[in-house]
């Protein structure tokens, strides 16, 4: 899942529907400004339009330092902010009744603790022998199966452990409540660190995001405020909106009396200020070469709602939030290695089939992936058995990287943070604990789609062998040469998941119709949301599941 992973997947056209817990939202600007800046033609670009095009530019950061220079931002946060409690959430009043639950993940492990407490009596079968599903952790000793036969058994050593799935966590996140309700500890997950690397193929060498950030933001400042000053916008901002407009670009780019952008200490050293004043970087390279390297997207990455600093992780593997949701569920509840063979919906129930025989419950909530569920016998109509192969699967692929030395901290400075590139690795991940400690482990890549599809059809050995020649290309021979042990991950490839999340065409449709129950079998999963390959999708969907049957079962008994 991308919490989680990375890269969020695309979100397709439509109307969403409203979320089971809304995220808070952003503060509105104090006061209003006109839609238009005075004086400006009908045709002219507007305050909004402006600020629209710092935005895409610089991102968010850019946009409200731009609208505290043009008097539209506020000037003080509200402190008075108060985080959801345990209680935020809770089933009104208590029922009785059976509920057999599909699987073992994130989706189903918080539908069976929300329903459990509220008196329902749930019974999990999970196929694999562990419960999370894409919420994986791997230690040593764990062994890794994929479709086709091919097995991997992790070697790390002590304390090292590699998030297979599920990486991080937004702090607007439901997730964080379960952490906090469960006792879950959390650190901070580094998602944007200005020592580590942006490396595109229209680079000679990998320079240090902070100098590609300096660069791209320095040369777009220059070219509005050279433009500004020189009369373009003159028809579109007041006077008093050019100044402004003046100010804040003279500080966003860091630009020189003249409006030039000639570098900056900004962009890092060649020796760092102490006792002297230090060396910095050479000269920065011209418009064309920035644009060239076509840094923008690796610049950006952090810019969206789902992936802003800071971000958090569970302390010692993401696990365990699953462990925790299991142990609260109780373990004598959850069967693992029973793979669901067929569903039914009975006169006054529900029939679920496994290997191992038959479960018969009141209701039955269904959180396989669509597409696995597609595939199952059962009797709910031709028109679900549609729905659920309409959501395409997505590849995604991870490999961990144990070194025995922390060469990232000591030779390269860089603690926790994510190297982006345009190569098929697309993202080099340093973790975000253990600093200072003899060894660790690097996510050597996590991409998705045409470049995760690549590694997945490589055996293990391939995929590291690729992996080291291009992660090389950023750190040099030690990348290959101080590696002490790897497994990597084709989340197509792993049984009873095939895909790291999924795609809708739309948010119409099929997806409407899996929001509701077919008979006594409800659905449940990151993939009946908008926070699709999020755990916190996951645990809003099932939310909303656990909610609407509650209701049902309170109607029926009444």
């Not at 506020?74 to 959430?89: G, I, V």
């Not at 901290?409 to 973790?431: A, F, K, M, N, S």
Request: charged share 20%; hydrophobic share 40%; net charge neutral.
């Amino acid at each position: 899942m991308s919490d989680e992973t990375g890269a969020s997947p695309p979100v397709p056209p439509a109307s969403p529907a409203p979320p089971a817990t809304p995220a808070p939202s952003a503060p509105a600007p104090s006061g209003s400004a006109p839609e238009r800046a005075p004086g400006g033609s009908a045709g002219g670009l507007t305050r909004r339009a402006l600020l629209v095009g710092v935005g895409a530019a610089g991102g968010a950061g850019a946009m409200f330092a731009a609208m505290g220079a043009l008097g539209l931002a506020p000037d003080s946060q509200d402190r008075n902010y108060t985080p959801p409690q345990p209680s935020d959430f809770a089933l009104s009043g208590r029922a009785a009744a059976s509920v057999v639950v599909l699987g073992a993940g994130v989706a189903g492990l918080t539908c069976a603790y929300e329903l459990g407490k509220a008196g329902y009596d749930c019974t999990v079968l999970e196929a694999s022998d562990r419960v999370g599903g894409r919420n994986l952790t791997l230690r040593a000793g764990d062994r890794l199966d994929e479709l086709g036969g091919a097995t991997q058994t992790a070697g790390f050593g002590e304390g090292v452990y590699f998030n297979a799935g599920a990486g991080r966590i937004a702090p607007w996140m439901v997730t964080m409540d379960y952490c906090r309700e469960l006792g879950v500890p959390i650190e901070t997950f580094v998602n944007n660190n200005a020592s580590a690397y942006v490396y595109t193929r229209g680079m000679t060498a990998p320079v240090r995001a902070r100098a590609a950030r300096a660069d791209l933001y320095g040369h777009v400042a220059e070219l509005l405020a050279k433009a500004s000053d020189a009369g373009a916008l003159n028809r579109r901002l007041t006077a008093d909106d050019r100044e402004r407009l003046a100010e804040f670009l003279r500080r966003f780019g860091d630009l020189g009396p003249d409006l030039s952008y000639r570098g900056s200490t900004r962009r890092g050293f060649e020796t760092w200020p102490g006792v002297g004043e230090g060396v910095p970087l050479g000269a920065a390279p011209s418009l064309r070469q920035v644009l060239a390297a076509g840094t923008g997207r690796a610049v950006t990455m952090d810019f969206g709602y789902d992936q802003a600093t800071p971000m958090f992780q569970p302390v010692g593997g993401m696990d365990g939030i699953v462990v925790a949701l299991a142990d609260a569920v109780g373990r004598d509840r959850i069967r693992t290695g029973t793979p669901v063979t067929g569903i039914r919906n009975l006169p006054d129930g529900v029939e679920v089939t496994h290997p191992g025989g038959v479960v018969r419950a009141d209701y039955c909530i269904a959180t396989l992936p669509p597409h696995l569920l597609a595939r199952l016998p059962h009797n709910l109509g031709a028109p679900v058995t549609a729905a659920l192969r309409t959501p395409v699967p997505v590849s995604a692929g991870k490999i961990g990287l144990e070194y025995g030395r922390r060469w990232w901290e000591t030779d390269d400075r860089i603690y926790g943070g994510v190297t982006e590139t345009d190569l098929d690795i697309t993202h080099i991940w340093y973790p975000s604990h253990g600093y200072h400690s003899r060894g660790g482990l690097v996510v050597g890549y996590y991409n998705t789609e045409e470049n995760a599809d690549r590694y997945a059809g490589l055996p293990h050995d391939g995929r590291r062998a690729r992996a080291l020649t291009q992660g090389k290309k950023i750190h040099g021979e030690k990348y290959r040469a101080e590696l002490r042990s790897s497994v990597s991950i084709a989340w197509r490839r792993r049984p009873h998941v095939e895909g790291g999340w999924v795609r809708w065409p739309s948010y119409e449709g099929a997806f409407t119709l899996l929001q509701q129950p077919a008979g006594r079998v409800h659905f449940a999963g990151d993939w009946l949301t908008h926070l699709i390959a999020w755990q916190a999708g996951a645990m809003e969907s099932a939310r909303r599941t656990v909610t609407e049957l509650h209701h049902r079962v309170l109607r029926t008994t009444s």
